[in-house]
């Protein structure tokens, strides 16, 4: 039948209340990961970890993570059930996070505070969490590409995905700057007192929104529906690695995730030891980047999308975070408050990498649906790695490296390890994620049906 293609309920564009359900599924994950990479290290210092046995926590979670991700993946290819392991991750996040920031449960048990059993305690806790977070994250990236089709709604789902990731960051934010306001830190009890209700604010905030995912969204029918046909077979693991355009995705997905998460886990650091900026702006800073990555995910759905344009709009934002990192790299203390010009560009710089990024994996799976959880999974397991090894790296540097001192009239810049974290390698990743990009072949299929309905209203 001529319009039998027309007919097809899994090309067809989705409609706004399933991209919303769907879109809301992460931001338990979300709100976490942003405390986790905002707050982490700066609190287990703040409590008197060293930088080293802080950056080993942040590496025992990262590890845990990555491969946690990979058998996840395998095992939802294997048997699907999507919601079943997004459900089970949550709860296993809701439990172990508040542990990751409510001080040393083994010390008080065994009433013994040396920094060793710190050390141990929060690796252990973090590990767990990431155990958790790892399947929440598999099981909705792997999701979108067997909800639907049609291209378009896909890039749809991930950009109404990254806006609420937005959200997250911002009600993250929101909780810390009245926590910090309310309580002050003026003892390590009182440190972790402001840490613990962050943390028990961020799980109950976004366990409201798993509820709404898992009571809107369905268990995606595409996987059953394709079962007489070779798109439902599983996929082995070989097939991917034969392709070119697999290592190119991956290339550009590792390197977006490190341009984000290492900026992020240096931002606070950043303002408030570099550039001496009040208490609140280590808050007010990273509220205005999400403002600026939510409205651009917002105006990111209503485009028709095709793999011309993916490979541009990533380019463009690589191409801003460029300019921004050289603007850190360069920014003086004396006009510190120029910070939140520079926020505004990260902001819009890292909507447009994050959605394109990811839309690009989508782009690598397109209808063989049997093997999306594994390409997910895999990919994740090279952003946390290569991740908590970077960061590790970098914070391993924190205490020993000494300021190189730049001056420039009667400015001064000081070149630490915090900005190389938030100037030198976002800027680094991005130019070479830009240049992978544009030497892929991406599919040329059009993704030639807009939403039917704006979304978000």
Request: charged fraction near 10%.
């Amino acid at each position: 039948m001529a319009g039998g293609s027309e007919e097809d309920p899994f090309t067809k564009p989705i409609g706004r209340w399933s991209v919303f359900f769907y879109g809301v599924g992460h931001m338990l994950n979300d709100i976490t990961a942003s405390c986790w990479f905002t707050y982490l290290l700066l609190f287990l210092t703040q409590i008197g970890l060293s930088p080293r046995d802080a950056a080993i926590v942040m590496l025992s979670g990262q590890v845990a993570d990555g491969f946690a991700t990979i058998f996840t993946g395998e095992l939802i290819d294997r048997f699907g059930h999507f919601k079943i392991w997004h459900a089970a991750g949550s709860i296993l996040v809701a439990i172990s996070f508040s542990s990751v920031f409510g001080g040393c449960l083994p010390c008080s048990l065994l009433h013994n505070d040396s920094l060793s059993l710190e050390t141990f305690s929060y690796s252990m806790f973090a590990a767990i969490f990431n155990i958790g977070w790892a399947a929440t994250q598999v099981s909705h990236m792997a999701m979108v590409n067997c909800i639907s089709l049609n291209s378009t709604s896909r890039v749809a789902l991930t950009s109404c995905r990254n806006a609420f990731t937005m959200v997250a960051n911002l009600s993250l934010y929101a909780i810390a700057l009245v926590v910090f306001g309310v309580i002050k830190a003026g003892s390590k009890e009182n440190t972790e007192t402001q840490y613990r209700w962050i943390a028990y604010s961020s799980i109950t905030v976004g366990c409201c929104f798993v509820v709404i995912f898992l009571m809107g969204t369905k268990e995606p029918r595409l996987r059953m529906d394709l079962k007489e046909s070779s798109r439902r077979v599983r996929i082995p693991w070989v097939y991917w690695f034969k392709k070119l355009l697999y290592y190119q995705v991956a290339m550009v997905y590792l390197l977006t995730r490190l341009v984000l998460n290492v900026s992020q886990a240096y931002l606070a650091f950043f303002v408030i030891d570099d550039l001496q900026m009040d208490q609140s702006a280590k808050a007010l800073v990273p509220a205005i980047i999400y403002i600026g990555s939510f409205v651009v995910s917002i105006l990111l759905q209503e485009i028709p999308w095709n793999g011309r344009r993916l490979k541009a709009y990533y380019s463009a934002g690589g191409i801003i975070w460029m300019f921004c990192g050289a603007a850190i790299l360069l920014l003086p203390r004396d006009i510190s408050s120029f910070m939140y010009a520079i926020s505004v560009f990260i902001g819009i710089a890292n909507a447009l990498m994050m959605v394109t990024a990811i839309s690009m994996q989508s782009v690598l799976v397109g209808a063989e649906v049997g093997g999306c959880a594994f390409v997910c999974g895999s990919l994740s397991f090279l952003d946390k790695m290569s991740c908590g090894l970077a960061l590790y790296i970098l914070q391993s540097h924190q205490s020993t490296s000494p300021r190189t001192q730049l001056n420039n009239s009667q400015q001064s810049v000081h070149l630490s390890v915090t900005r190389y974290g938030l100037g030198l390698v976002p800027a680094l990743c991005s130019l070479v994620g830009v240049v992978v990009t544009f030497f892929m072949e991406l599919e040329a299929g059009s993704l030639s049906k807009p939403l039917l309905e704006p979304l978000l209203e």
